[in-house]
């Protein structure tokens, strides 16, 4: 793609005042990066990619709230972490991270367990073991 045709579409990454680079040809057909807002297409599986994240963490919001999750599995969908990545972050086998995001697992855990899952989450001790889904 020519640097002059490098689309500029109206984007999520525009309205967030973020661009994205590219690989394009300059005139004398010499490889250069050059930024982009985004186009149609892309934008469109980015918006729906969005849609689908506010989903589950809405779903996981929920479900904290009637008992059946921890915070932890909150914060994990919120920070759009698996298991796999959230147990890297605390250096915790993903086992026992899969007991922590159920309320029973969780109410078990100790101030040290829960000050590194603040830490992987950036909040406090307080805000994950008092959530109010309005964080």
Excluded at 62 to 76: D, H, L, N, Q, R
């Amino acid at each position: 793609m020519k640097k002059e045709d490098i689309p500029q579409d109206d984007s999520t990454l525009q309205s967030a005042n973020m661009t994205e680079v590219m690989y394009v040809t300059d005139e004398y057909d010499n490889y250069t990066t050059a930024r982009s807002t985004g186009w149609e297409a892309k934008n469109l599986a980015l918006d729906e990619s969005m849609t689908l994240i506010n989903e589950r963490i809405e779903e996981a919001r929920k479900k904290v709230e009637a008992g059946t999750a921890s915070p932890i599995a909150y914060f994990m969908e919120k920070n759009k972490m698996d298991l796999g990545v959230l147990s890297a972050y605390v250096g915790i086998w993903s086992f026992f991270v899969k007991r922590h995001l159920k309320p029973g697992g969780f109410k078990k855990l100790s101030e040290k367990t829960l000050k590194k899952y603040a830490a992987a989450f950036d909040i406090t001790v307080d805000e994950l073991k008092n959530f109010d889904g309005k964080q």
